[in-house]
């Protein structure tokens, strides 16, 4: 898993164990829906208004026309006999929202997904 140094910080205002479980649920996410042997990234940035923290994986990604439907309710694109039950982005994303930001998805570079949790400076 690649990781930002000890040394990058970025400023968010946000409630540390919401955070936590969001971020907790994308590596979690991540780790099980990449191919073995692939690379997980988790990286953070700053912008004017807005602290960025994305989790990008190497899986095969979400297309386009389920990057809504992912944060349905018991939403699981069609898998299953993984153990999950269709909530954790739900929550993620309710959380997030919550807190005055927002999580979505898109294409991590180089494929894959990314998904990126977007929290108020």
């Known amino acids: 898993m690649k990781v930002p140094d000890d040394i990058t910080q970025v400023h968010a205002t946000a409630e540390f164990r919401r955070v936590l479980q969001a971020l907790l649920n994308l590596v979690t996410n991540a780790i099980r829906y990449a191919p073995d042997g692939t690379e997980v990234s988790l990286d953070i940035r700053a912008e004017p208004d807005w602290s960025i923290i994305t989790v990008s994986d190497q ?20 898998r299953t006999g ?40």
């Open 82 to 121: 993984d153990g999950g039950n269709g909530l954790g982005l739900y929550i993620s994303r309710r959380l997030a929202q919550a807190m005055g930001g927002d999580l979505t998805v898109g294409d991590a570079e180089g494929g894959g997904a990314m998904f990126t949790l977007r929290l108020p400076r």
């Open 59 to 78: 899986g095969s990604g979400v297309c386009a026309a389920d990057r809504e439907r992912i944060f349905i309710k018991f939403e699981r694109l069609g």
